[in-house]
């Protein structure tokens, strides 16, 4: 979608990614057949096939021990984003990150910030309310759902044209993690 014109050339405005992490992490990683998601090459899946300019990548907290993960999001070229939390509770809670990514969604809507399409990274039935709504506003490219099988119900009724698995052949050898050799 072309925008505008400035000295450097036509301005292009691309769709946004906002990722589940916890629940990406929890539906490849306890699949029926685990696997693991290679960042960097997720990310140039979404860059190349939906066109994804910005992808947020959304996690429940901060956790020292976890700045190797937090380093690897990061240089895949994803925006992390952390829930925020009292510092009582962390710990005590789960990541939960669902209404953080619909609010931040709707105010990105409400603001009219420059963006095309929104994808989505999620099985969460949470989300399905947005997605109807999305739909509805012509501003909704597609969910990717980390397993198939572990998908909401709720998403029964959308079209296949508005969702993917992560877990299907074609798409999932091209962002598989490849396990280094002995």
């Known amino acids: 979608m072309l925008l505008s014109m400035n000295v450097h050339g036509p301005i292009t405005i691309g769709n946004h990614a ?12 306890t699949a029926d057949v685990p696997w ?6 997720f990310r140039v ?6 066109h994804v300019e910005k992808a947020y990548y959304f996690l429940g907290f ?13 240089e895949a070229g994803f925006i992390l984003v952390f829930r925020e939390h009292s510092s009582v509770m962390v710990g005590k809670k789960k990541g939960n990150v669902d209404t953080d990514i619909v609010f931040t969604i709707m105010k990105k809507l409400y603001r009219n910030e420059a963006f095309k399409k929104i994808v989505l990274v999620s099985g969460d039935g ?3 309310m947005l997605v109807d709504f999305l739909i509805e506003e012509k501003r909704f490219e597609k969910i990717l759902f980390p397993d ?12 296949r044209r508005y969702f993917d698995g992560l877990d299907r052949n074609g798409v999932k050898g091209k962002i598989v993690k490849m396990k280094r050799g002995p």
């Open 18 to 29: 906002y990722i589940d992490g916890q629940n990406l992490y929890m539906s490849t990683t």
């Open 36 to 41: 693991r998601i290679d960042l960097a090459r």
């Open 45 to 50: 899946y979404l860059r190349q096939k939906y």
């Open 62 to 74: 901060v956790q020292e021990e976890r700045q190797d993960l937090y380093d690897e999001i990061q």
């Open 126 to 128: 949470d989300y399905k």
């Open 148 to 159: 198939q099988k572990r998908a909401s119900s709720l998403y029964k009724k959308i079209t």
